[in-house]
T-cell receptor, first 110, second 113 residues
Framework: EADIYQTPRYLVIGTGKKITLECSQT?????MYWYQQDPGMELHLIHY???????EKGDLSSESTVSRIRTEHFPLTLESARPSHTSQYLC?????????FGPGTRLTVL | GESVGLHLPTLSVQEGDNSIINCAYS??????FIWYKQESGKGPQFIID?????DKRQGQRVTVLLNKTVKHLSLQIAATQPGDSAVYFC????????????FGSGTRLSIRP
């Protein structure tokens, strides 16, 4: 079973701030993902990575960027947060066909 | 396009009864299906999976059934317990989108005492 860590777990910030959501995994998985999810709703893929120095945009344009400099680390950055970014952000890594999810970051933009 | 959808947004079950959560998918090229459980405030947790060359797979208290003819899969939970209360998601992967797993909207399962 994979260990996926996300920090912070909760974040409240003002509009226009730059923020980075951290995600790390300790199992050496090459594929990693970021999803946005409103409570009880489906997951929307915003970014994914096949491995180091590989990043791809997902189906949802969230005005965010990612980087993959190390296998274990896949941070998500919002350059200028807006109230529409208020949501839960889930990070996942994948082994074979199974994704393992972190606990999520609940973001509120005022 | 590809889509995975659930028939019911909420399901209420008496404790001890069996629960059946249904899911429909539209892409006949999907070759792998997964059920996730998401408790409040947590990330989705893998429950059970099934490949398209199978029609049934059993785990501990859970069974997934796949009907490729009507593009339908279900999750059966035996002897439902209070700890089973959560939102359940089905997800699919197709051979054409090897890196993307598509999630459907969730079904909330609530347990009556």
């Amino acid at each position: 079973e994979a260990d996926i860590y996300q920090t912070p777990r909760y974040l409240v910030i003002g509009t226009g701030k730059k923020i980075t959501l951290e995600c790390s995994q300790t199992m050496g998985h090459d594929k990693m993902y970021w999803y946005q999810q409103d409570p009880g709703m489906e997951l929307h893929l915003i970014h994914y990575s096949y491995g180091v120095n590989s990043t791809e945009k997902g189906d949802l344009s969230s005005e965010s960027t990612v980087s993959r400099i190390r296998t274990e680390h896949f941070p998500l950055t919002l350059e200028s947060a807006r109230p529409s970014h208020t949501s839960q952000y889930l990070c996942a890594s994948r082994q074979a066909d199974t994704q393992y999810f972190g606990p999520g970051t609940r973001l509120t933009v005022l | 396009g590809e889509s995975v959808g659930l028939h019911l947004p909420t399901l209420s079950v008496q404790e001890g009864d069996n629960s059946i959560i249904n899911c429909a998918y539209s892409n006949s090229a999907s070759d792998y299906f997964i059920w996730y459980k998401q408790e409040s405030g947590k990330g989705p947790q893998f429950i059970i999976d099934i490949r398209s060359n199978m029609d049934k797979r059993q785990g501990q208290r859970v069974t997934v059934l796949l009907n490729k003819t009507v593009k339908h899969l279900s999750l059966q939970i035996a002897a439902t317990q209070p700890g089973d209360s959560a939102v359940y998601f089905c997800a699919e992967k197709t051979r054409s989108s090897a890196s993307k797993i598509i999630f459907g909207s969730g079904t909330r399962l609530s347990i009556r005492p």
